[in-house]
């Protein structure tokens, strides 16, 4: 099992930035990839960025890039999402998540265990 919470949403002006953090514990995680996903009113659940424990692996969506970026920090088993330049349309929840291979990483059926998820309010 492995356990993920994320923290960080909030309500920010557009233009503002707000950094996500997703916490993991339980199962060793060296061997997992971290991804962050969003899901907005109506909307599927959309990959924006994904990171490997280990190796290095990073992956953001081209929607977001440039503007989002993933990160993690080993020695606190946390992964981030620090997102800039927010617009109005980056309103959603927004969810991390594992998986257990590179190979999966764009497939979000194949995410394993999933946070409650943090809601992202952009005002205009």
């Known amino acids: 099992q492995v356990q993920l919470v994320e923290s960080g949403g909030g309500l920010v002006q557009a233009g503002g930035s707000l950094r996500l953090s997703c916490a993991a514990s339980?199962?060793?995680?060296?061997?997992?990839?971290m991804g962050w996903f969003r899901q907005a009113p109506g909307k599927e659940r959309e990959l924006l960025a994904a990171?490997?424990?280990?190796?290095?692996?990073?992956y953001v969506v081209d929607r977001v890039k440039g503007r989002f970026t993933i990160s993690r920090d080993n020695a606190k088993n946390t992964v981030y999402l620090q997102m800039n330049s927010l617009k109005p349309e980056d309103t959603a929840v927004y969810y991390c998540?594992?998986?257990?291979?590179?190979?999966?990483?764009?497939?979000?059926?194949?995410?394993?265990?999933w946070g409650q998820g943090t809601q992202v309010t952009v005002s205009s």
């Open positions: 998540a594992v998986t257990q291979s590179w190979s999966k990483v764009l497939i979000t059926t194949q995410y394993d265990y």
């Open positions: 339980g199962r060793t995680l060296s061997r997992y990839v």
């Open positions: 990171i490997s424990w280990s190796g290095g692996g990073t």
